[in-house]
């Protein structure tokens, strides 16, 4: 069998299951089974599949008729020009939360605090777009961490990436000029409503904190002037309907020049605050 015919099947199974975007994960889970670049593909579709290749499709195609996300099955996800590692262990790095990532790199920062690190995604692509900067990244999950560390060495800032376990703020110490998180946000009514890709394969400490999905929030608005030097930054992901509740714990907190900023589709995707005061530790 050629490439191009068993893309044409795989196209037509996925299809059938109904996947989102059969196409397009047929040509991933084929270039990954074939062991070449996806951008490649084209050129090797007249190629006849090894017997190694088409195990290696069959397998992956029946993971994806499974509902597993790509990325899990490929093992990675690219994510503001940079490929990182992904398990079950850890969120899918998904483009909005590139809102994040292009704000904070609108403004100079030198130490960065990223919360619910998960992949590393946020953290690393910050400290790899800014050489001079360091970081530490936290998560109540070890796996995610490991994860994370991995990450940090594929795009050599290990040296100055730090990974810590901890309960949001209850293991850091020290102070940022930017603090930044993408922490589980959908509130518990939401959960059934998710797509089994996500909702049977992500990890659910990640996805929900249950309630009405803004607990974390409560916890980062309120803690996070201890942790932030002078003009020091927060900047947090938030679901498109969460942005007045989030800006107001942002106000209440006594972060200035609070705002909301939306993603590529003009959702509410980032709250923002500036902390202008002294820190407010001992």
């Known amino acids: 069998m050629t490439a191009a015919e068993a893309l044409r099947q795989t196209t037509a199974r996925l299809a059938g299951a109904g996947v989102a975007q059969p196409g397009a994960d047929a040509r991933i889970l084929m270039a990954f089974a074939m062991g070449i670049a996806g951008d490649r593909l084209t050129l090797h579709l007249g190629d006849t599949l090894s017997p190694e290749a088409e195990r290696a499709l069959e397998k992956a195609v029946t993971a994806r008729l499974a509902h597993q996300p790509v990325s899990q099955i490929i093992g990675q996800r690219q994510f503001w020009g940079r490929m990182f590692?992904?398990?079950?262990?850890?969120?899918?790095?998904?483009?909005?939360?590139?809102?994040?990532?292009?704000?904070?790199?609108?403004?100079?920062?030198?130490?960065?605090?990223?919360?619910?690190?998960?992949?590393?995604?946020?953290?690393?692509?910050l400290l790899a777009?800014?050489?001079?900067?360091?970081?530490?990244?936290?998560?109540?999950?070890?796996?995610?961490?490991?994860?994370?560390?991995?990450?940090?060495?594929?795009?050599?800032?290990?040296?100055?990436?730090?990974?810590?376990?901890?309960?949001?703020?209850?293991?850091?110490?020290?102070?940022?000029?930017?603090?930044?998180?993408?922490p589980p946000y959908i509130a518990a009514d939401e959960m059934g409503t998710l797509l089994p890709d996500v909702r049977d394969w992500e990890p659910h400490l990640a996805l929900t904190p249950g309630g009405d999905g803004l607990a974390a929030y409560r916890v980062i608005a309120r803690d996070a002037?201890?942790?932030?030097?002078?003009?020091?930054?927060?900047?947090?992901?938030?679901?498109?309907?969460?942005?007045?509740?989030?800006?107001?714990?942002?106000q209440a907190a006594g972060l200035e020049d609070a705002r909301i900023l939306h993603d590529m589709d003009g959702r509410d995707r980032v709250v923002v605050g500036l902390w202008q005061q002294p820190a407010i530790r001992a």
């Open 85 to 125: 590692r992904v398990t079950s262990d850890v969120l899918d790095p998904r483009p909005e939360t590139e809102t994040l990532v292009s704000a904070a790199l609108e403004h100079d920062f030198h130490r960065v605090l990223d919360l619910g690190t998960g992949s590393g995604c946020i953290l690393l692509s």
């Open 225 to 250: 002037p201890a942790f932030l030097t002078p003009r020091g930054r927060l900047m947090v992901e938030i679901g498109p309907t969460q942005g007045p509740a989030v800006l107001s714990m942002f």
């Open 129 to 182: 777009d800014r050489p001079l900067a360091s970081g530490v990244g936290v998560d109540l999950s070890p796996a995610a961490l490991t994860v994370a560390q991995g990450n940090a060495e594929r795009l050599a800032v290990e040296k100055r990436a730090t990974f810590t376990v901890s309960d949001w703020f209850s293991n850091v110490k020290g102070q940022f000029d930017l603090i930044v998180a993408n």
